[in-house]
């Protein structure tokens, strides 16, 4: 779930896993509600969700369950409510280790089967490190300045009115030391000096810590201790902060001006006409026009899917939206609090190319003179768009078995705990993805259609977004031939897809 921030994009609930001393993760077994610390992997069943009512914390399981402490030291994940037993204060224990401590004073730890909260003594068994279970692909709100954090130029800034561009997309990289880094859309990692690094060196890994009260806000603590917060007046990027103490006492920790909320960094595409080959534009009025040669911030529109009709809205950066009128013709008029029928239109996915259904049922087609009018029930070129992602040039992909990878061998594998971080470029509406080997993803002539990267030229694949934050990736693996790409359950990478469902479905 998630809640509208102010700039109507939304916040993400922070979801995360908790590893153990050892290594392994908490993990809310599905049969009998059991509680062990035996995974290595951070997967479905070691995902929790921390809730608060009343100043309390609860620990929500997968299963939409809460852990509860019962008298005797005995953990279960069986609470279908919440009460004293399943209250829980997180103490920081320094270095980015935390505690938790149950109502009645004594801490959760443990490992394998023997997980228990019976002892008021902080042990090294009753440390956990934190680690981020959400799409690592987010933007940055600061909660002070109310604005984004954004690549400009040779440094990362908190002055961005709206997330726009792939400039305002940040990749939060994950490292097995629970430790994060911060990575611009061309690549580089920010220091705490605020230097951008084209390598991550220690200075370049920070520990994550929550706002006490507010587990939807994030603090980046350097390798010197400060935080992260923004310095002048374009906010750039620093970590100067040292901790502070609350009014209500407790451990020192992020003033407010260090604070950030996560929030989803939604789709946004380039359209380009291809009758016309313009792009579609509210550079010169809230007409949509199809009439620029070139795409820059007032060509960029941002797709918002209604997860229940699984139409869109396409939002501007005027932060206005798409709006079908009587008489067919289109235009960006529409606040966000105002969306109706006539903001949300039917997407046909066709490869490298895309259809916008108006509300009235007619294709939004251009017109000589690039306006746009939804008139016309009979496809065309004058109603196909050819359609780039702009926001993705790093692209970390997660589905129902973990993130993808790269192996040595150039194979792919979609099973692990933390992602590879991939470049994407789209051209013609073909999507073209490297590894860090810097080979290109290829789909393989052998008989399982296995993808690897191992091209040394581009090759072509095509996306189609079919859920909130969830993608399709489309081969055609001969003439005529398509197959999606889908994980299987040992972590296999096969071009074996036929439909779109839970297997071929990629969050990006």
Not at 185 to 208: N, P, Q, V
Not at 213 to 241: E, I, P, Q, S, W
Not at 376 to 405: A, C, D
Request: charged share 25%; glycine share 10%; with cysteine.
């Amino acid at each position: 779930s998630s809640r509208m921030s102010a700039s109507g994009f939304s916040e993400l609930s922070l979801t995360f896993g908790l590893k153990n001393s050892a290594g392994n993760y908490l993990t809310a077994e599905t049969f009998g509600f059991r509680v062990n610390a035996a995974s290595k992997t951070l997967k479905k069943k070691q995902i929790f969700t921390l809730e608060e009512q009343g100043g309390r914390k609860f620990l929500r399981t997968h299963l939409n369950r809460y852990l509860t402490f019962k008298s005797d030291g005995k953990v279960q994940g069986d609470a279908d409510a919440r009460g004293e037993d399943e209250a829980i204060t997180l103490v920081g224990a320094g270095d980015g280790k935390l505690l938790i401590r149950t109502e009645r004073g004594f801490y959760l730890g443990g490992n394998g089967e023997a997980i228990d909260a019976f002892t008021k003594k902080a042990e090294p068994d009753r440390l956990w490190t934190l680690q981020l279970a959400i799409h690592p692909q987010v933007c940055l709100r600061s909660v002070v300045r109310k604005r984004y954090v954004h690549l400009s130029k040779d440094a990362l800034t908190i002055d961005e009115d709206i997330p726009w561009g792939s400039d305002a997309m940040i990749t939060i990289q994950a490292y097995d030391d629970g430790r994060y880094s911060l990575l611009a859309d061309d690549g580089r990692y920010l220091s705490e000096t605020g230097a951008l690094m084209a390598k991550a060196d220690d200075s370049c890994k920070f520990m994550l810590e929550f706002a006490p009260g507010d587990m939807n806000m994030v603090a980046f603590r350097g390798r010197n201790k400060k935080y992260l917060t923004g310095v002048g007046a374009a906010g750039g990027l620093k970590a100067t902060k040292d901790p502070v103490l609350p009014a209500d006492g407790g451990e020192p920790g992020p003033g407010r001006d260090e604070l950030f909320v996560l929030e989803d960094s939604q789709p946004q595409f380039k359209l380009k006409n291809v009758k016309f080959m313009k792009f579609a534009s509210v550079r010169a009025s809230v007409e949509i026009l199809c009439n620029q040669p070139e795409a820059k911030d007032s060509e960029y529109f941002q797709f918002e899917i209604n997860p229940a009709t699984k139409q869109w809205s396409l939002f501007t950066s005027q932060r206005k939206f798409w709006s079908c009128l009587p008489d067919g013709s289109i235009q960006a008029i529409t606040e966000r609090a105002k969306r109706g029928p006539n903001e949300w239109f039917t997407v046909g996915w066709q490869g490298p190319r895309l259809t916008l259904t108006a509300s009235n049922g007619k294709l939004v087609t251009a017109k000589p003179n690039g306006s746009c009018y939804a008139t016309e029930t009979v496809p065309s070129e004058e109603s196909q768009f050819q359609f780039e992602i702009i926001n993705r040039p790093k692209l970390v992909l997660r589905g129902e078995q973990g993130y993808v990878v790269t192996l040595p061998s150039g194979a792919l594998e979609c099973n692990r705990s933390i992602g590879e971080v991939f470049t994407m470029h789209v051209s013609k509406g073909f999507a073209h993805i490297t590894s860090f080997n810097g080979k290109y993803w290829v789909v393989n002539n052998d008989k399982d259609h296995s993808v690897t990267a191992s091209g040394t030229q581009p090759y072509p694949l095509m996306l189609e977004f079919i859920e909130h934050s969830k993608l399709a990736i489309k081969a055609e693996v001969a003439p005529g031939e398509f197959y999606y790409i889908q994980g299987h359950q040992n972590g296999g990478f096969f071009a074996t897809g036929r439909t779109v469902d839970a297997s071929t479905l990629w969050e990006y």
